[in-house]
């Protein structure tokens, strides 16, 4: 027995409802899965001469992807806690640059002893691959009252920078300590969700293209099983017959 049309009609339109609203929630599980995204070198297991005023001491970066807004520095107070002083944060394009991006200026007090500090500041929109440079310098402070940055002495631990330091011994440190977070547009969230699917994976299994059309198939498919199922259902002028 054939499906009247307006019935056939009406289960298009809400199978195409009943797709359409799973797609919004998996995007919307995606984006809380998702929404921050970070970039780690976390190694600092050695500390730098201390930070004193006209010294200074940065690392060069490379902005994995767009959004960034977030960079935390680990710091080292040689077992002090701070009263006075300043700490000045300046993320920059490269460490020849003079001009900032960013610029914060926070309370060396704030600053607790081998510990990240974290500089927030509105999403940046540079595209992926960016090279950015970040550098931190103190106002007001002593050799006995003192902060410096912690790092690590293996240069294969970030590969895409370096650490770099104006008229600070740097005790051999090839990186900083950092971490980087980001809050990417959701075509980048996706991208990073296929990138981890397909990461080491052979053949066909490799390109993101695949499951692309795995999703596209299985959309399809879950349309036409929902197109049958309501057109199997009772009609609302069909239940007060």
């Known amino acids: 027995m054939s499906c009247p049309a307006p019935k056939r009609l009406r289960a298009y339109f809400q199978a195409a409802g009943l797709v359409g609203g799973l797609v919004l929630v998996a995007l919307f599980g995606l984006h809380l899965a998702y929404r921050e995204l970070f970039t780690v070198q976390p190694a600092g297991s050695i500390v730098a001469a201390p930070l004193l005023p006209s010294t200074a001491a940065g690392q060069s970066i490379v902005a994995e992807f767009t959004g960034l807004q977030r960079v935390e520095v680990l710091f080292a107070t040689f077992g002090q806690t701070l009263t006075h002083g300043q700490v000045i944060f300046h993320l920059r394009e490269t460490p020849t640059s003079t001009t900032n991006l960013v610029t914060q200026q926070v309370a060396a007090a704030e600053i607790l002893d081998n510990s990240f500090h974290a ?43 370096a650490a770099y330091f104006h008229d600070l011994d740097d005790h051999e440190i090839q990186d900083l300590a950092f971490r980087l977070t980001y809050t990417p547009p959701l075509n980048q969230q996706l991208r990073y969700l296929l990138d981890r699917i397909t990461a080491n994976k ?18 399809a498919l879950l349309y036409l099983l929902a197109v049958q199922w309501l057109q199997l259902l009772p009609s609302p002028e069909e239940k007060t017959d």
């Open 202 to 219: 052979p053949l066909f299994f490799g390109d993101p293209r695949f499951y692309l059309g795995l999703l596209g198939s299985g959309l």
């Open 119 to 161: 500089f927030e500041f509105q999403p940046l929109t540079v595209p992926p691959g960016s090279e950015l440079y970040f550098v931190v310098e103190t106002i007001g402070m002593t050799e006995a009252h003192a902060l410096t940055v912690r790092g690590t002495a293996d240069p294969d631990r970030y590969p895409d920078g």
